[in-house]
């Protein structure tokens, strides 16, 4: 459908010649609708699969869906079908001149702004619509209860409020700021079509929480939150690689071309080093410890020997943190890695554990500041 204009030049597909409304329709419209059809449909197929492969809860089924949609829809739709017409004449142009890729990226990529508008437009007026009109649900509210709910808490079960399918709407949404930042800077027209996309969003779902979802049901613990992070972490690299594609392309239009190849490299070294610190400082402590718990830590230190691994997983009595560790993590975890801690711990001296009582003898002069109290 993408290259429906080359399907032109053939014998069986020559009725397509010199008609412009049927081309424009099939290399416009129709393949996004196609592509969007497919991808209401996919959340139902994973969920499917998710069950056969033996996952054991709903909320692992969820957090895994919520993971392999993203990155199928990242592949499937991004790269490979928005990108179809691209990468095909990058791949036939390559093959006679194969040190002009780069440059082939430069001008090949921008070309495909026009399908990546038609997806995003698409999804913010009828997926938006979709959302509000609320369809399916509405009709199987009235149908439900009249044809299968033989009892009081069938009845009850049957008009109680929907719950948010969040596994299968925050992929999404991450697909559409990955379509929108990497765009931002090859063609930026496309930025203003995401703004109205999350725009419609953010004034539906707001309507939606409020009076339409039921909330009640969420048992993931908050785990959701950074799988989005790592979605859109996912964007920002693409959207850097490209970046730095570009100014290669560019590597001949001077000495400033140099300088701009230094940023763009210096700009993905940065968001490495932000997403490893995020992986070193938080995602531990979110596997590991209560949120609520977390919060009552860093007001109360002292409340640290509740926990004897912040970080680590939990392993033998005599391997457990002294109170004074525990402590520092609670408290400084969320600012500094946890091995400048551990560093500066050792450099202190502060890092002997007590193995008779998995304490410290004086944990005031251990860690000053931090009160020793023997009741909590």
């Given at each position: 459908l993408v290259q429906v204009k080359s399907l032109a030049n053939f014998e069986a597909f020559k009725w397509l010649?010199?008609?412009?409304?049927?081309?424009?329709?099939?290399?416009?419209?129709?393949?996004?609708?196609?592509?969007?059809?497919?991808?209401?449909?996919?959340?139902?197929?994973?969920?499917?699969?998710?069950?056969?492969e033996g996952t054991t809860t709903r909320s692992q089924i969820k957090l895994r869906m919520l993971h392999r949609l993203f990155f199928f829809q990242t592949w499937n739709v991004y790269l490979v079908t928005i990108f179809s017409s691209s990468i095909f004449q990058i791949a036939v142009k390559s093959v006679s001149e194969p040190g002009k890729i780069v440059e082939l990226i430069q001008t090949q990529v921008p070309q495909s702004a026009t399908n990546i508008l038609t997806y995003v437009l698409l999804l913010a007026f009828i997926g938006a619509a979709k959302e509000i009109v609320q369809g399916v649900p509405l009709a199987l509210r009235y149908l439900v209860p009249k044809l299968f709910a033989k009892t009081p808490r069938m009845m009850l079960k049957a008009e109680q409020p929907q719950d948010f399918k969040w596994e299968a709407a925050i992929p999404t949404h991450s697909l559409i700021f990955l379509m929108?930042?990497?765009?931002?800077?090859?063609?930026?027209?496309?930025?203003?079509?995401?703004?109205?996309?999350?725009?419609?969003?953010?004034?539906?779902?707001?309507?939606?929480?409020?009076?339409?979802?039921?909330?009640?049901?969420?048992?993931?613990?908050g785990l959701s939150f950074p799988k989005s992070i790592k979605q859109i972490l996912v964007g920002i690299y693409i959207s850097e690689v490209y970046l730095l594609l570009m100014m290669v392309a560019k590597l001949h239009a001077g000495v400033n071309a140099i300088m701009r190849i230094v940023v763009a490299a210096g700009l993905i070294a940065v968001t490495v080093g932000a997403h490893l610190y995020i992986n070193e400082v938080y995602m531990p402590a979110i596997n590991h410890l209560p949120v609520k718990r977390a919060a009552d830590?860093?007001?109360?230190?002292?409340?640290?020997?509740?926990?004897?691994?912040?970080?680590?997983?939990?392993?033998?009595?005599?391997?457990?943190?002294?109170?004074?560790?525990?402590?520092?993590?609670?408290?400084?975890?969320?600012?500094?890695?946890?091995?400048?801690?551990?560093?500066?711990?050792?450099?202190?001296?502060?890092?002997k554990p007590n193995t008779v009582d998995n304490g410290w003898d004086n944990a005031e002069d251990a860690m000053p500041g931090f009160a020793h109290d023997d009741q909590l």
């Open positions: 010649r010199g008609n412009s409304v049927v081309l424009g329709i099939f290399s416009g419209v129709v393949p996004s609708l196609v592509l969007a059809l497919l991808m209401s449909v996919l959340p139902y197929i994973l969920r499917l699969l998710l069950y056969i929108g930042f990497s765009y931002s800077f090859i063609a930026p027209i496309v930025n203003w079509f995401v703004m109205v996309y999350f725009g419609l969003f953010y004034l539906i779902y707001r309507y939606q929480f409020l009076y339409v979802y039921n909330d009640s049901t969420w048992a993931t613990g830590v860093e007001r109360t230190p002292a409340l640290a020997r509740e926990f004897p691994d912040v970080l680590d997983r939990s392993g033998d009595i005599e391997k457990m943190l002294p109170e004074s560790q525990r402590c520092a993590y609670a408290t400084f975890s969320s600012l500094v890695p946890a091995f400048v801690i551990k560093l500066v711990l050792r450099i202190t001296g502060s890092a």
